[in-house]
């Protein structure tokens, strides 16, 4: 009796669980735009999460291809004390929400040149200084030399040197078009905390605190939950 019983709280656990990374995948993968890893918390057990709508722990890793209109990034994000518990306003809420976004160089220059037609088209290459802390954009023998930086919530690009043509003025105007929509776009209410420049790419700390899950009407990508 003891082990049927313990069988069918077994199987029951693997249903929930896999039911839960079913819809939870589609959510994280409507807002990624990317594939994407679920793991969650094993404390308490699983099934007790599920029966609850609290679940302690979620990790989310997404396959590095976009995050939404940024080509070449990788999120990885973790979600804590996450209760589903529909409100009419929203359908629950996020405690604490921790995000690492890693853009490669190669993804940066494939984002400005798909969504900065007038500028991005002239980008033949994109590099990083990590010891400066800088990402120099090359176009034939000119270049942009931009510092990422972080102000009020917002990851930023901000022009140091431009060699060549083009104003400066106007490929920061061009940059901070591209910055606003990538930064209006995440959801949660999930700001900047800080960047570096790596060897690679440039890698930025996001995190919400507090956050309302939107409902349909606000967020399609939450229809599921």
Known sequence: ????????????????????????????????????????????????????????????????????????????????????????????????????????????????????????NLITGVRTDAAAGTVILEAGDNSVTAKPVVSDGDLNLEVLDVTGPLPKDAVQTALNELTKKLNDNYPLGIHADGVEVTDSGVVGKFSSDDASIPEEDANPCFARL
């Open 1 to 120: 009796m003891i082990a049927l019983l313990a069988g069918g709280l077994a199987g029951t656990e693997l249903y929930a669980r896999h039911r839960a990374d079913t819809i939870l995948t589609d959510v994280a993968e409507c807002v990624t735009e990317d594939g994407v890893t679920i793991s969650f918390g094993v404390n308490p057990p699983f099934l007790w999460q599920h029966i609850t709508g609290h679940y302690t722990n979620i990790s989310v890793t997404t396959e590095g291809n976009r995050v939404q209109s940024a080509d070449g990034m990788t999120a990885e994000v973790v979600l804590a004390d996450v209760r589903l518990q529909d409100s009419g306003d929203s359908k629950g809420t996020i405690g604490r929400l921790d995000a690492t976004l890693s853009w490669k160089s190669a993804g940066i220059k494939d984002t400005v040149a798909a969504n900065l037609p007038g500028v991005g």
